[in-house]
């Protein structure tokens, strides 16, 4: 959010054109080597960040308040995105300063999966369900997910949904600047995944799916991109089962549509998904997708596979073979930025 390359930051740019002020307030549990104050940065000319670090939710919510009731202008609305601790705390200052309050849904956090995860999980699924049912407004990231909100919770308002916004256009006609076949020209077939390294990605799964195709496609290679907690595991995993020389990790990277313009097939094995925005942006480029039943996967034109070794082994295989082109539902994304913008910005008014 504070580095002006990144790309919420570029995100937040779009959005100072269709509010007056923004004030960003950013919760994290430890702080990095660039020591930033408690203080109101400005990013822009009409947007401010404030970075607060503590691992006391308490002393969260003294700088929340802190940080709001300084603010010497008017604020007409919180949003905060998911419903959990940040949500929580978020709503205990709306209540406290007289503010609307909207909550954003990204994670699909009623999935049975979502549960075993974590007993930390199990009690977030509690407090979400607290949360919504006082929210002023509410939007969710698929129809999906409203659908299972709606169901479960009695809430005092409408979901909106509004999906996480994919330049199409841009993705179709983007000229690569990096060539994964050049640089692994040992895989005969490359098969991409990109996400961040955490349970619910069942990275297990994929490993255990290519170690069958393996089986048909002998030279195949799984890059995976990302970073997370769960690292270490997948790297011990790959060297139990011996795939060093088939599996390749690689950290975050800016240029993930040169990946997906530049390999055979993206898959995703994740347990749930509130949305899904790397299986827009990968077929937006071309690139097919293999996916286990999840977000946005059903209506974006990802091939859907049943979550077991066996039948995503299968599917990977019969996508190999065939090579055909990512082709996105453009139905459920057909907005421009100016579009999607107006939208975004539409979703708040319904709090008034």
Same mark, same amino acid.
């Given at each position: ?9 570029? /995100?937040?740019? *779009? %959005? ?14 430890? !702080? ?19 970075? /607060? ?25 919180? @949003? ?20 609307? =309050? ?17 007993? $930390? #999980? ?32 009695? $809430? ?14 841009? #993705?179709?006609?983007?000229?690569? @600047? +990096? #060539? ?5 020209? !040992?895989?005969?077939? /490359? ?32 890059? /995976? ?19 060093? !020389? ?6 975050? +990277?800016?240029?993930?549509?040169? %990946? ?17 925005? +790397? ?24 091939? =859907?596979?049943?979550? +077991? ?5 299968? @599917? ?14 453009? #139905?459920?994304?057909?907005? *421009? ?6 939208? %975004? ?8």
């Amino acid at each position: 959010m504070l580095e002006s390359w990144s790309r919420v930051s570029s /995100i937040f740019a *779009d %959005y100072s054109n269709i509010f007056e002020e923004i004030f960003v307030i950013i919760l994290a549990k430890k !702080q990095d080597d660039k020591n930033y104050e408690k203080k109101w940065v400005p990013i822009y000319d009409n947007i401010f960040v404030f970075p /607060i670090y503590s691992r006391s939710h308490l002393l969260s919510l003294f700088w929340l308040l802190k940080s709001i009731w300084g603010l010497k202008k008017k604020v007409d609305i919180i @949003t905060v995105q998911d419903p959990f601790e940040a949500g929580f705390l978020a709503l205990l200052v709306a209540k406290l300063l007289g503010l609307k =309050i909207q909550i954003q849904v990204h994670t699909d956090f009623l999935s049975p999966h979502y549960k075993k995860i974590s007993p $930390l #999980n199990r009690a977030r699924v509690w407090l979400a369900k607290l949360v919504l049912k006082r929210a002023d407004c509410i939007r969710v990231v698929s129809s999906q997910l409203k659908k299972e909100i709606v169901l479960k919770i009695k $809430l005092k308002t409408t979901p909106t949904v509004l999906p996480i916004f994919v330049d199409i256009e841009k #993705n179709k006609s983007f000229t690569p @600047t +990096t #060539n994964l076949k050049e640089q692994y020209p !040992q895989f005969e077939k /490359i098969i991409l995944m990109a996400s961040r390294f955490s349970k619910e990605k069942n990275f297990p799964l994929a490993i255990s799916a290519f170690e069958k195709v393996l089986a048909t496609y002998p030279k195949a290679g799984l890059i /995976i991109v990302g970073s997370g907690p769960e690292r270490n595991k997948i790297e011990e995993l790959i060297i139990k089962k011996q795939l060093g !020389q088939s599996v390749v990790l690689l950290g975050w +990277t800016n240029d993930l549509v040169s %990946y997906y313009k530049t390999t055979d097939l993206f898959l995703v094995t994740s347990d749930y998904e509130g949305f899904g925005m +790397t299986i827009v942006e990968a077929l937006a480029s071309g690139l097919p997708v293999v996916s286990t039943p999840v977000g946005i996967a059903f209506v974006a034109g990802a091939k =859907i596979t049943k979550p +077991t070794s066996e039948n995503i082994s299968l @599917t990977v295989i019969e996508s190999l073979s065939q090579a055909p082109l990512g082709v996105l539902n453009k #139905n459920a994304f057909c907005l *421009d930025k100016a579009e999607y913008l107006e939208r %975004y910005k539409e979703s708040f008014l319904v709090c008034n």
